[in-house]
């Protein structure tokens, strides 16, 4: 059961409180486990983790794993748009709350995510916002960031305050905002986040631009391209999120890799790997020839951007392959009807290769 089926059934407290997830204590004895990933994460200081979904998180099973080997969180719906406003100035936090509360009893922290994106506009949204003048589009905005991330203030380590901006086309995705008030949404966005918290993170999160495909080449250099136009203009911009949805059908050029990471860093932004999985619909063989294909991705990955002193760390986009949204997408699965592999854990939550590529790269990063 869903939040929306929930408050289509009266939201009820007692409802409310029987989807949220049971709480399992610090377990020191997995914290500290040489072999976790969170010790290697913590040895370097760097941050490693995973999104994590509401009911997901009811699962016994991911909470170990989680326990294991994440210092940090960020809820996969709970904080977009839509699942925060369900309905005009109604606001609903309870399940990003619940997995807040997850995190802060295993000693984690939590990111943002995400206050402006093209997809998790709600269903109301769109009549509400054309009947406003661009200043009042403007202050919608700047009013929804602020209320959303003051709830928030001194709780959320990182805020994606942008998502997925602009394609290879230059066309700007978010539309809602756009349209009244063009690329300025972003700015008006980051001051919004920047006067309600300034001690969280702000950030620009952007999917497609490290593998080689004129697509990504070209998306690579749009988002540059915004980037710098948002740092020109004064827009309180701090970090850049690579959602690092791999793909094992396209290459990838370290070296071109590396010339935009120190790109970055010469704007002064942090820079952290956002959404790490893997779609191996591009490799064919065996479970054992796929799941090295995608080690050997991530690895190559990883190596290059943990070498620099301003990557912050790593999250996976779900810690088994059992929650990853790639195993909902009908479109993405493969052709020869084997399940993919996305995440660095199999569906009973065992170590894949992948696993060990990540783990071998957090051993080889500098410490910070």
């Known amino acids: 059961m869903n939040r929306r089926d929930l408050l289509a059934m009266g939201g009820s407290a007692a409802l409310l409180a029987a989807a949220v997830p049971r709480i399992i204590p610090t377990a020191a004895a997995l914290d500290d486990q040489p072999g976790s990933l969170r010790?290697?994460?913590?040895?370097?200081g760097l941050l490693f983790g995973s999104a994590v979904s509401g009911r997901a998180l009811g699962d016994p099973r991911l909470q170990q794993v989680l326990i294991a080997d994440a210092n940090i969180l960020v809820p996969e719906n709970e904080l977009k748009w839509d699942a925060v406003m369900p309905a005009p100035d109604v606001y609903d936090f309870s399940r990003a709350e619940a997995i807040y509360a997850f995190a802060k009893a295993n000693d984690m922290k939590m990111r943002g995510h995400t206050l402006t994106w093209y997809r998790s506009e709600p269903a109301w949204a769109s009549d509400r916002i054309a009947g406003l003048s661009a200043a009042q589009a403007g202050q919608f905005l700047e009013d929804y960031v602020g209320h959303v991330v003051g709830h928030w203030k001194g709780?959320?380590?990182q805020w994606d305050v942008i998502n997925e901006p602009t394609t290879a086309k230059g066309a700007l995705l978010e539309q809602l905002w756009s349209g009244k008030l063009g690329e300025r949404y972003m700015d008006i966005a980051l001051h919004a986040t920047a006067e309600a918290d300034p001690s969280a993170l702000r950030m620009m999160n952007q999917t497609l631009i490290a593998q080689e495909w004129w697509w990504e080449d070209k998306q690579r250099d749009e988002t540059l391209r915004v980037v710098?136009?948002?740092l020109k203009r004064g827009a309180p911009?701090?970090?850049?999120?690579?959602?690092?949805?791999?793909?094992t059908a396209y290459?990838?050029?370290?070296?071109?890799?590396?010339?935009f990471l120190e790109e970055l860093k010469q704007m002064g932004l942090k820079f952290m790997i956002t959404e790490l999985d893997v779609d191996d619909s591009g490799t064919i063989g065996d479970q054992d020839k796929r799941d090295q294909a995608s080690a050997a991705l991530v690895k190559s990955l990883l190596d290059v951007s943990l070498s620099f002193d301003h990557c912050l760390g790593v999250l996976t986009w779900a810690?088994?392959?059992?929650y990853s949204w790639l195993m909902q997408e009908k479109d993405r699965q493969?052709?020869?009807g084997m399940p993919l592999r996305p995440t660095p854990r199999d569906a009973n939550f065992r170590k894949k290769p992948m696993w060990n590529a990540i783990a071998q790269a957090l051993d080889a990063a500098p410490a910070r």
């Open 319 to 322: 810690a088994g392959d059992r």
């Open 237 to 247: 911009l701090q970090g850049f999120g690579y959602e690092a949805h791999l793909r």
């Open 251 to 259: 290459a990838f050029s370290e070296g071109k890799w590396a010339r």
């Open 228 to 230: 710098e136009g948002l």
């Open 39 to 44: 010790a290697r994460a913590d040895r370097k």
């Open 155 to 157: 709780r959320i380590a």
């Open 334 to 336: 493969r052709k020869d």
